[in-house]
């Protein structure tokens, strides 16, 4: 994501606050990045891959405004969602908090 890549018309996100918007959410964003602005575990941040693509690693960073300390990663084939497991529990759990 952080060489655009991936474009912004593929992300999507639960909520933003004004100057923090969902696609600005990439490593080392030189604009801002992206926040809630609340504390909680109920937002999310999409990011739609066209066809098969393996995940190798998952990054994020704070700033002095906030920062998430922990999430989950999910993934969709389609409608319904599934929380990446391994060894039958649950990876990555996310919470934000700016």
């Not at 912004?8 to 918007?21: C, D, I, K, N």
């Not at 490593?27 to 109920?42: A, H, L, P, Y």
Request: proline share 1%; hydrophobic share 35%; glycine share 8%.
């Amino acid at each position: 994501m952080e060489n655009f890549e991936i474009p912004s018309e593929s992300l999507q996100a639960s909520r933003s606050t004004a100057h923090w918007e969902y696609y600005n959410a990439r490593i080392n964003d030189s604009v801002t990045g992206w926040c809630v602005g609340k504390v909680s575990d109920q937002e999310w941040l999409q990011i739609q891959f066209n066809g098969n693509h393996y995940i190798t690693a998952v990054a994020n960073q704070g700033t002095h405004r906030g920062f998430v300390i922990e999430f989950t990663l999910a993934f969709s084939r389609g409608l319904d969602w599934f929380d990446y497991h391994e060894n039958g529990t649950i990876k990555v759990r996310v919470k934000s908090y700016c």
